[in-house]
């Protein structure tokens, strides 16, 4: 037996070394593809690979290997070729395929790749006797390349409006039409291009211009270009070639250079320091002139002037001796021999310096007014393609147009528009885009319409200062124009402005310190809303984003559960939900015909039904939306997995004390919104403005809490401190209780407000860092950096992880309003030419408006926190379970990795960079395309998602409210409790808690109507308690409150102390690991204050009670310590 265990052991193990080599070449082969990866997802290298092969960079790189591929003689030339462009075609196939064949542009050329690759392969196998015509299979790929090259900004400009109104086209047009005069030999190519661009402008007079005088002349002058052009072909040979020029005609006439040449000229004559320079200059070259000429003829020998080889009286003719002194001043080299003689030297040099002198004034006056004659153009009258008005400026102007413009990149579609100004321009507005025109016009300007020439006017828009100086100037145009009107305000306005603009004018007013007053809000709950916010509006051309779709349905409830109906069809919503899901289209809400929204995870529970007109949801183009709506209503039950999610509640925060570093305008507005959800607000700002801006600060803030107070009992406390950005004296001692410190830079000349923001920003953390090691139990606020600029977000989340001790998130409100305020734009602008579209983007647009608010909460929450393991791989399970919960799944954010180092994907990063408006955000919606090609869950860091806050839904009146608590934390049998630190949720300790919560809820009698949010109202609080008794629960909570903080601070700063003392390391990790367990003191102190706050607010909603308590005898029974009774005693 012996030996025969041991002969089997020697054949194993030959056996088991083989596998120990397979599994180290595995392992080996794992760690080769990790490096190339770099680690980034299935995904990502599909959003890489469309990118790259959408770059213009790649498609410079496919012209210049097309050149290449002209020396087909030369094999080790077509052999790379040959390999690089197989490659590429095998990479574009598997992209193609991945994506399901969608593009069918990109697969056709595809095919026609496919036949050009492998004619080079021929070019190298085959005899070229065989296939001596390969070449032009090759040519083949000069489609593709031909394709590409639309990506180019070069042409990027050829727009319609460019083949109508652009001038420097035109030009361009001319020196075709010289060059096919003056060179015979390339006629017939000119001809050809001429031909080409009178069709293309054809076709473009055709969509943007409306019917009218101007189209038909520009038709006109069509047809005779067009005919003008053939001549060139030689197809009538009785004409000569320089008929052709006739197309200076149009040139001439319709974009009228020499008019706005000639206007502009006589505005600069007209200017008073031009006329009196001119007028000085002209009397010294008089005087100059009579000095030199009598200087020639008294002082001056017999001189030959005139160069005619004899000296006589037709030398000193009076036109000859001007000009003599004329050409003397000009050029010293035309003075005569005798000039230079020992008398008269000086007098010559003294002729010549002075007309240096003068011609030099000569050269500053031209100087002068050729900055006069460019200004004056660069003001000179439009044409009738601008009918976008854009007035006045604030701060947000130049971001919000920037926006604007990249929108307008992408949906390669531009709106002329025209940005007046009332005095100087601001600095940087001609860089905003070549659609916009800048025109200054002095304050009290009237007429600028017939001014500027601009009769196709459709929309326009202003943008208000806090201190509206240009209020009756504004006023005016908008009066002159009689076009519909947004009005884009910094500051909340006073009420008869905004009458007088909104009722009086009939303006649409878009507040921006609203937008981020409420953003800042949203930031405090959820610090990925700024960045959610822009995925969700810097959508355009079918790109992923929210959309409303009108598509009408009902919701009724029968058989236990939520029925969608259509006409004749029938489904059961969470199904239909699901599907629809699955495919790419993240329902969100639908649409009342009064406006009101209603989460679907509200109609999933069966809280509501009713008529429906429109969903809201997340996708790509909408023109989709309607066929995989109603395809899926005949779709099959699916089955829903259980246990996808663990079990946790949403946090509540009632008190809140937050530090502001700077200032922000929407602050008062902020204080306003917060002030509706909290029971208690502390705001302490520091500020670096001088003693007037600050107490103008406090007054704003004192303002915003007198009518909060009006509206709430939220118990508010505001204060402003001087603060110079470095001193942390100030601030140091305002730390207890505080749990948020926002960092927002103040406005600053240039740009630098950014970097103004990170010296704030790393002072006050390595302040806290310190703090934190040498307070081992101390707990730090959250730090929320706030940057202007939404692409320095990236670079302050790396700021944040030098700090590991602390807590920061980063966020851009300005970029998010910079997008919502474009977007909203950008639907006013294209308003005329699609209205549907229009009121469908306003509907989604009051949805954004309602996630603001506390009408529907975007919350966020760690993957790990969230999905088990086991559903890890799959997003319809998450999806159901959490719709199940009351929760919309939006969104999701992977993890940042590391330096990609010389990782391929990090090498092709890096060689084709994303446009630069990007943020760099990880975050992807969960919309667009089939949840299949979406990341895997388990690989994400963060899940966002939407729930219903204060949505204002009436819940059936046979609806109990503990149902729908127990949805809500539905808990699993036989989990554990583990006491976690996590500020982002709380896990449900087990199932009976949960149902003595739900019983303590029915015991309390709560009405049907309460909603999520709704704790300041006076219907929530039953009526039925003694005020006595509550005031009594609250100081005896109040009491152990202060009991608490004190003996545990007490006792944490001991054990800090013996840390200090020098301990083993032994005892130091065991005191280490107390510590650690004591920080869920501060959550138990929260907790007690959140129970006090409810007992106050309960008891102020409460009568006073008009008999005896009914439980003074059985307080008295009860066994209780003696100094519990005594309190008991004398409180009753």
Not at 856 to 870: K, N, P
Not at 949 to 965: A, C, H, T, W, Y
Not at 1060 to 1081: H, P
């Amino acid at each position: 037996m012996a030996a025969k265990h041991q002969k089997d052991e020697r054949d194993i193990a030959p056996i088991q070394g083989d596998e120990h080599v397979q599994n180290v070449d595995e392992v080996k082969v794992s760690h080769w593809k990790s490096r190339l990866s770099g680690g980034h997802s299935r995904r990502e290298w599909l959003l890489l690979g469309e990118r790259v092969f959408s770059h213009p960079r790649y498609a410079i790189l496919i012209v210049a290997a097309l050149g290449l591929c002209m020396f087909e003689r030369y094999w080790f030339v077509l052999a790379p070729l040959a390999l690089f462009f197989a490659g590429e075609w095998m990479l574009r196939f598997w992209l193609q395929k991945e994506n399901h064949f969608r593009n069918r542009t990109e697969f056709i050329f595809l095919m026609l790749d496919g036949l050009a690759t492998l004619s080079l392969f021929s070019a190298l196998f085959v005899s070229a006797d065989i296939l001596d015509q390969a070449v032009y299979l090759r040519i083949a790929r000069l489609f593709r390349g031909m394709y590409m090259l639309r990506m180019l900004r070069i042409f990027a400009f050829l727009t319609f409006d460019t083949f109508i109104y652009s001038l420097p086209f035109a030009l361009l047009v001319i020196g075709m039409v010289g060059l096919a005069i003056a060179v015979p030999s390339v006629a017939l190519y000119m001809g050809v291009l001429l031909i080409l661009e009178a069709a293309c402008r054809a076709y473009s007079i055709w969509k943007v211009l409306p019917k009218g005088g101007r189209r038909n002349t520009e038709f006109g002058f069509v047809l005779l270009d067009g005919v003008s052009s053939v001549v060139l072909l030689g197809l009538m040979p009785e004409f000569s070639p320089y008929w052709v020029a006739i197309r200076a005609i149009r040139f001439l006439v319709m974009l009228n250079p020499l008019g706005n040449i000639s206007l502009a000229a006589k505005r600069v004559a007209a200017m008073q320091e031009v006329r009196s320079e001119t007028s000085m200059l002209a009397g010294m070259m008089v005087a100059m002139m009579m000095m030199g000429g009598l200087s020639v003829v008294y002082l001056y020998p017999q001189m030959d002037i005139n160069d005619d080889g004899v000296t006589n009286a037709q030398d000193y003719v009076p036109v000859q001796v001007v000009l003599y002194v004329f050409r003397l001043m000009v050029d010293p080299g035309a003075a005569t021999t005798e000039a230079f003689s020992p008398w008269l030297l000086g007098l010559t040099v003294l002729l010549v310096l002075s007309g240096v002198f003068f011609f030099a004034l000569v050269v500053s006056l031209g100087s002068n007014v050729m900055h006069y004659m460019l200004r004056e153009l660069s003001n000179s009258p439009l044409s009738a393609r601008e009918y976008l008005v854009i007035v006045g400026w604030n701060e947000q102007s130049y971001g919000v147009l920037k926006r604007l413009d990249a929108m307008f990149s992408r949906m390669r579609q531009r709106f002329a528009a025209v940005w007046v100004f009332h005095d100087k321009a601001v600095s940087g507005a001609s860089t905003v885009g070549s659609w916009l025109s800048v025109r200054e016009v002095d304050p009290g300007s009237r007429n600028l319409a017939e001014h500027f020439k601009l009769s196709g006017v459709q929309q326009m828009i202003i943008f208000r200062r806090k201190q509206d100086i240009h209020l009756v100037d504004t006023h005016h145009l908008v009066r002159n124009f009689g076009v519909p009107v947004v009005l884009v305000s910094e500051a909340i306005m006073p009420n008869k402005l905004h009458s007088m603009y909104a009722d009086s004018m009939g303006m649409k007013i878009l507040d921006s310190s609203s937008i981020t007053a409420r953003m800042l809000y949203q930031m405090h709950h959820c610090a990925w809303m700024p960045e959610l916010g822009i995925r969700l509006l810097d959508a355009v051309a079918g790109e992923t984003g929210l959309y409303t779709l009108a598509w009408a349905f009902d919701v009724e409830v029968g058989q236990g559960k939520p029925w969608l109906l259509m006409g004749d069809e029938r489904q059961a919503l969470g199904v239909w939900l699901t599907y629809c899901f699955s495919q790419g289209v993240n329902l969100l809400a639908g649409r009342r015909e009064d406006g009101s929204f209603v989460l679907f995870s509200d109609l999933a529970h069966g809280k509501v039904g009713g008529h429906f007109v429109d969903v809201v949801g997340l996708g790509g183009n909408t023109l989709l939306w309607s066929g995989i709506l109603e395809t899926n209503l005949q779709q099959e039950n699916l089955s829903q997995k259980e246990h996808a999610l663990k079990q946790f509640v949403w946090p509540e925060t009632w008190d809140l004390s937050m530090l502001f570093m700077g200032w922000h305008t929407g602050l008062p507005a902020m204080i306003e919104e917060m002030a509706l959800k909290h029971h208690k607000l502390t705001l302490h700002v520091f500020s670096t403005r001088d003693a007037d801006e600050l107490a103008e600060q406090l007054r704003r803030l004192k303002g915003a809490c007198a009518r909060a107070k009006a509206q709430c009992s939220c118990e508010l406390k505001v204060s402003v401190h001087p603060w110079d950005g470095l001193d942390s004296e100030g601030w140091v001692g305002l730390l207890r209780g505080c749990k948020v410190m926002m960092f927002y830079p103040e406005e600053r000349e240039g740009d630098s407000e950014d970097s103004l923001l990170e010296l704030w920003f790393h002072e006050v953390a390595r302040s806290l860092s310190q703090r934190k090691q040498n307070v081992k139990w101390w707990t730090p606020p959250k730090l929320m950096v706030l940057p202007r600029s939404g692409g320095n977000v990236a670079s302050f989340e790396m700021a944040g992880m030098d700090y590991p001790l602390l807590e920061v998130d980063v966020g851009s409100p300005d970029a998010f309003h910079d997008t919502f305020m474009a977007r909203q734009l950008l639907t006013q602008t294209r308003q005329h030419l699609y209205p549907e579209a229009s009121t469908q983007d306003e509907k989604s647009y009051a949805f954004v408006d309602a996630m603001l608010g506390d009408a529907v909460l975007v919350e966020d929450v760690l993957t790990t926190r969230l999905v088990e393991v086991s559903a890890g791989m799959d997003w319809v399970p998450i999806y159901q379970e959490a719709l199940a919960r009351g929760w919309m799944l939006m969104a999701y954010v992977m993890p940042e990795l590391d330096a990609d180092g010389q990782t391929m994907f990090g090498l092709l990063d890096r060689s084709f960079p994303q446009p630069q408006d990007e943020t760099g955000s990880r975050m992807h919606l969960l919309a667009g395309s089939p949840v299949m090609e979406m990341d895997v869950p388990i690989h994400t860091m963060n899940l966002l998602f939407c729930r219903r806050g204060v949505l204002d839904v009436s819940l059936d009146d046979n609806k109990d409210v503990s149902e729908d608590i127990v949805v809500a934390v539905k808990a699993e049998p036989k989990m554990e409790a583990v006491a976690k630190i996590e500020t982002v949720v709380e896990e449900v300790v087990d199932e009976q808690s949960d149902r003595e919560v739900v019983r303590e809820e029915n015991e309390l009698a709560v009405p049907e109507e309460v909603k999520e949010g709704e704790i300041m109202n006076d219907s929530v609080w039953p009526q039925t308690a003694d005020k006595r008794l509550l005031q009594v629960l609250k100081k005896q909570v109040q009491g152990s409150l202060e009991l608490l903080s004190e003996s545990s601070e007490d006792g944490l700063i001991k054990l800090t102390e013996i840390l200090d003392m020098g301990v083993s390391d032994a005892v130091e990790e065991a005191i280490m690991a107390a510590l650690t367990d004591l920080q869920n003191i501060d959550r138990v102190s929260q907790r007690l204050t959140n129970v006090q706050t409810c007992l106050d607010d309960w008891s102020m909603h409460v009568g006073d009670a008009s008999q005896a308590a009914l439980w003074e005898e059985e307080v008295a029974k009860r066994y209780v310590m003696e100094e519990e009774r005594m309190v008991l005693k004398g409180e009753l």
